[in-house]
């Protein structure tokens, strides 16, 4: 794990309280990553691991990075660079580059059992963009898992905790294991190493957004397995129940990784069955007397693995009906044809071919980058900030990143520039677990419009979490803002002021207009869109341009990839307000942007928006008597945006689309 220092910014807080509410004992979490002292340390405060330890902590507690916003070292920044660098030319199939940066990545000095597996996995990427031989990739994959999980082809962990990661490295090690032949068929020996996997997510803590990175090339596993090697009709049912199970986890996620090659798959499975239903049987069709399935059992999971109950409970829920099939079917070819033709259209593989997304890191700031910023954004001189926390010498080197990030300080110098100095923190700060819990379920009530369950959640909020913390009492005004607005408790109006409040909590909004380089956290700008949303058109405009600078900012620095979450969100917004605007080119750069880094990234949630808007964007044009550069049908065109919005579950949007559809059609 590196060098250790105390644990000035409040991880091990952070840390505490997401463990309690998952109830796991330090001896879980910290098998196969450090000693349970030294765990016991890391949460006490005593120690800090360094930024890919801390990732793998939280990550085993089923945290989901996506949302977080993490603050760096300049050590831990310039690695942060250097594995996007390692994405990148794995995205870009760039052998050359991935090898430089690879050769860079290993020239650490004493790196812990995380970094040297994120190397070995990496390495795997690189020997399949050459096409290395099967026995090449098996001997790295072996090597990348037991850095952090005790495994071996005779024993299997059981009752470990897992993170995303280590879940998707132990499906590519059962596809590598060795199968020599007993008592057993492959098939079962296999099956019964994926269906432990499948057990433990099924039954694991893990959050969804977590789940969805590696449920759906768990399922692709199984189901390819199986429509390889087994021939009872019960395992086709079973395999399409799995593969359902992740199309609908990705489908409540807004992510569609494996998604092509699950509802390829679905329907390979939905036609093998219908050819059964179809052959005259002697049997009852589901007689379960006439017909034994084989029964295996491992001692190490003290379970049966498809014995006869089992496997007619697991065939009984996953059966259906003929009709149902052909329209699952039907369902299947028309999704799985909108996204080959989507990824066709911005340029992106239709398949999954490396795992990057199970790692990917976002949201990361270097803590001089957002001190030097965020102080010139208030106005302050190194002199001012600097008083009663640092000399006035220290500020400028670390601000220059000229020395070691010293966290007594950074906590200090934060506090006078609106920040908290949490090394990863969620929408607000406590470590009270109930308060994580319960902000959670309020957002998901906020979002299914149940404004009443939403409202006792906020009830119970304002009296446990600290609103002393000026970034609580923001996330939580804005928030309840948003709740008063739906109710109708206030009005536009009243809702803008309050959120400027909220905002102001820790920036004004002055110093958020009056400048262009800018370090806002995610709850800043989620104020700011607020605002906009709510704003009369004549104050959108001086709003939008704070949000497009924002963006262009993040595009120009980092990269979309970086900060993919919150630019989804803001381009779509973009490009709606400059349809609006009538700026149709700008409207449609910032749609295609959007399209073609969401599919790069396989996300779904904002598709739709974006399709739409380059159909308004053509109407207008054409009404306008003005140039199209491309022609548009806009029926197709809707129907496309109609498939996208059931997929996305997405009742308003899909209503809306139809609304379209049948002005159309007058």
């Known amino acids: 794990m590196g060098k250790y220092q105390v644990d000035e910014i409040n991880f091990h807080g952070f840390l505490n309280a997401m463990r309690k509410l998952r109830k796991v004992t330090l001896e879980q979490l910290s098998e196969g990553l450090c000693s349970v002292s030294m765990l016991d340390r890391i949460e006490k405060g005593e120690r800090l691991p360094e930024k890919q330890m801390r990732d793998r902590i939280v990550a085993r507690l089923g945290v989901s990075g996506e949302g977080y916003e993490d603050y760096l070292t300049n050590e831990e920044y310039d690695e942060w660079v250097l594995r996007q660098n390692i994405f990148k030319s794995i995205e870009e199939k760039d052998i050359l580059s991935l090898e430089r940066y690879l050769a860079e990545y290993v020239k650490k000095e004493d790196p812990s059992g995380v970094e040297n597996q994120f190397f070995e996995a990496m390495s795997l990427m690189l020997l399949r963009l050459k096409d290395a031989p099967f026995s090449e990739q098996k001997i790295v994959v072996e090597k990348a898992v037991k850095f952090t999980v005790p495994v071996s082809e005779e024993k299997f962990p ?130 379960f007397t006439n017909q034994k399935i084989e029964t295996r059992y491992s001692a190490e999971w003290g379970r049966i693995i498809f014995s006869e109950t089992d496997a007619k409970e697991k065939e009984i829920k996953s059966r259906k009906s003929k009709e149902a099939l052909l329209e699952e079917l039907e369902e299947s070819k028309k999704w799985h044809s909108l996204f080959l033709e989507l990824y066709e259209e911005y340029g992106v593989s239709p398949y999954m071919e490396h795992f990057c997304h199970v790692y990917w890191e976002t949201e990361s700031y270097c803590i001089a980058d957002v001190i030097r910023i965020r102080r010139e954004m208030f106005g302050m001189s190194l002199k001012e900030l600097s008083k009663g926390v640092c000399s006035l010498k220290t500020l400028k080197r670390l601000e220059r990143k000229e020395t070691k990030t010293q966290m007594a300080i950074v906590r200090e110098l934060f506090r006078k520039l609106g920040l908290c100095a949490e090394y990863i923190r969620a929408k607000i700060i406590t470590n009270n677990d109930e308060a994580l819990l319960i902000y959670d379920i309020f957002t998901k009530y906020i979002n299914n419009n149940e404004l009443e369950k939403a409202k006792e959640c906020m009830n119970r909020l304002k009296k446990i979490v600290c609103m002393d913390i000026a970034v609580n009492k923001q996330a939580i005004m804005r928030a309840e803002n948003i709740l008063k607005l739906r109710t109708g408790e206030i009005r536009k109006e009243e809702a803008i002021t ?169």
């Open 158 to 287: 059981d009752m470990l905790l897992l993170s995303e990661q280590e879940i998707y490295l132990l499906t590519e090690y059962v596809y590598f294991m060795e199968y020599r032949e007993g008592i057993e068929s492959e098939l079962y020996w296999r099956l019964r190493h994926y269906e432990k996997l499948h057990e433990y997510l099924n039954h694991s803590h893990l959050e969804k957004l977590a789940k969805a990175k590696v449920y759906p090339k768990m399922a692709c596993c199984m189901c390819e397995l199986i429509l390889e090697k087994a021939e009872k009709e019960e395992f086709l049912w079973y395999a399409l129940s799995i593969c359902n199970e992740g199309i609908e986890l990705l489908r409540d996620t807004k992510k569609c990784y494996y998604f092509v090659e699950l509802l390829e798959l679905r329907m390979q499975l939905i036609e093998r069955i219908l050819e059964i239903l179809d052959t005259p049987k002697k049997e009852e069709l589901y007689s």
């Open 498 to 666: 309050k959120t400027i409040e909220s905002l102001e909590c820790t920036v004004l909004l002055e110093k958020v207009i009056n400048t262009k380089e800018r370090y806002l956290t995610r709850e800043e700008i989620a104020c700011i869109n607020s605002i906009f949303i709510e704003a009369d058109r004549e104050k959108q405009e001086q709003y939008m341009s704070i949000i497009e600078e924002i963006c262009v900012q993040y595009l120009t620095e980092d990269g979309i990839l970086s900060h993919i979450s919150v630019c989804e969100l803001l381009l779509t917004r973009l490009a709606s307000y400059f349809g609006n605007c009538e700026e149709y080119d700008k409207s449609e750069e910032y749609s295609t942007i959007i399209l073609k880094e969401s599919l790069v990234c396989r996300r779904m949630g904002k598709l739709a928006n974006n399709l739409f808007n380059h159909i308004w964007n053509y109407k207008q044009k054409i009404l306008q008597n003005m140039s199209v550069e491309k022609e548009y049908d806009i029926k197709r065109e809707l129907e496309r945006c109609i498939l996208l919005s059931v997929l996305n579950k997405a009742e308003n949007l899909k209503h809306f689309f139809e609304d379209e559809t049948n002005l159309i059609r007058k």
